[in-house]
């Protein structure tokens, strides 16, 4: 279905491209040194560099036909990419949910999702994992560490 060639290019162009963009904060934050020290910018500048370099050396060997696993003629299968999908698509609606319904809310939601709906648990123990987990958050962050987690739209319509 996708060939190994094909990943290796669409990676390395997507590491690439977020290369560069560390390489350009990084300019904005300023590069090299000032009478305070090594300025914000430089360390994100190296390591954005590196990236990009490590991204060229990846789309190369994906460019040239050389021996190697590149030439696999097939890297993914439906089936394996019905498995991926299984993993990304809750995990991408749980980054979409936090701000409208918080991170505990969008947390309970997540873990339910993946444990009840593929059947890998029963629906009752499930909701009890899933709020087993929002509770934990909760203790965790915002009493222990008092730190607080975004709680979203949901929570600021109800006046928490």
Not at 34 to 47: E, I, Q, R
Not at 80 to 100: D, K, N, Q, S, T
Not at 113 to 141: C, D, E, K, N, W
Request: charged share 10%; proline share 5%; aromatic share 8%.
């Amino acid at each position: 279905m996708i060939s190994r060639r094909a990943l290796e290019l669409v990676t390395a162009v997507i590491t690439g491209g977020f290369g560069v963009a560390v390489v350009v904060q990084s300019l904005d934050n300023g590069i090299g040194w000032s009478s305070a020290g090594v300025d914000a910018g430089t360390f994100p500048l190296l390591t954005g560099t590196i990236i990009v370099l490590g991204s060229l050396y990846n789309l190369v060997r994906g460019v040239l036909p050389v021996a190697s696993l590149a030439n696999v003629p097939i890297a993914i299968t439906r089936i394996e990419l019905g498995r991926l999908a299984g993993l990304f698509v809750p995990a991408a609606i749980f980054v979409a949910a936090i701000p409208l319904a918080g991170m505990y809310v969008a947390s309970a939601l997540y873990v339910f999702a993946v444990l009840a709906i593929p059947r890998h648990q029963s629906v009752p123990r499930a909701l009890g994992m899933a709020a087993v987990t929002a509770l934990a958050l909760y203790v965790v962050f915002e009493r222990m560490f008092q730190v607080s987690l975004p709680h979203g739209a949901l929570a600021a319509a109800l006046g928490f």
